[in-house]
Every structure is written in C-alpha cells, then in structure tokens.
C-alpha cells in the first residue's frame, strides 16, 4: 500500500542522541484488526553510547494501550548526520472500540531502561503524538 503521509517533518528531539526527521504513515483511517504501517527515519545527534529502543503506541482518550511496536535502534555506532530507518508495524486488536486514536512515539534507553525527554514545540514530554488515527467499524 502507498503511504498517506509520506516525509512527513517531524523535528522532535529525544534526549542528546536522535532526532525524528520524518514519518511516513499508510493511513489515518483504520479498522478493528487491521495492520498499520509507518516509517520512522531518526538523525543520531552528538555520541550515544546506551543501547535504545523506539516505541509508537496507539492509545485512546484515557491514554489506555491498545496497540505497540518496539524497535531496538543502533544509534551508537552512527555518526552525527546518519540517518537511521525505524520500520514499525501495529496490530490492531479486532475488538477495538471505534474512536480516535493517539499515534505517539518515543525513545528508551535499554540499561537501565529510561524514557528519553522529548523535546518538540509541545513542550518536554516523554513521547510525542505523531498523528490522530481515526478507527472505524
């Protein structure tokens, strides 16, 4: 499938390592029990030295969980300027409610594992919204 949203500018710093350049995402509009796909391209920034992960996480008005993808990241052996690509794919549980959705990301370091700052032009937060997904029947 062609991607809806494709490079779309991103700019949010996580922590000192990586900023999020940009997000393809295939859709906005979704059904209960369907896979969602979206590209995440994150620059390495100053030296990383931990181990990191990626996180999008579908949630709804509660901020209740109901979908997640978690990526490991090789961000220490990049150098400032490198471009790394961060695939991820959510399954939709297929009893979801219908409703709209927060896509949110973020970036964890592994040992010990810690949230980074997000810092965007919300505010510092420990994960940023990338989008509204609507679901439907």
Do not use: C
Not at 51 to 67: I, M, P, Q, R
Request: glycine share 8%; aromatic share 8%.
């Amino acid at each position: 499938r062609p991607m809806v949203v494709r490079g779309r500018e991103v700019g949010a710093r996580f922590g000192t390592v990586a900023e999020l350049r940009t997000v393809d995402l295939e859709r906005l509009e979704v059904r209960p029990g369907d896979d969602l796909h979206l590209m995440l391209r994150w620059t390495v920034v100053g030296s990383p030295m931990g181990k990191y992960s990626s996180f999008v996480h579908v949630l709804d008005e509660n901020w209740k969980l109901y979908a997640q993808s978690d990526n490991w990241l090789d961000l220490a052996d990049g150098a400032p300027g490198d471009v790394v690509r961060d695939p991820h794919t959510l399954h939709l549980p297929p009893t979801m409610p219908s409703g709209r959705y927060r896509l949110n990301v973020g970036l964890y370091e592994r040992d010990p594992f810690r949230n980074l700052t997000t810092y965007s032009p919300e505010g510092e937060t420990t994960s940023l919204t990338l989008a509204t997904l609507e679901i439907r029947p």
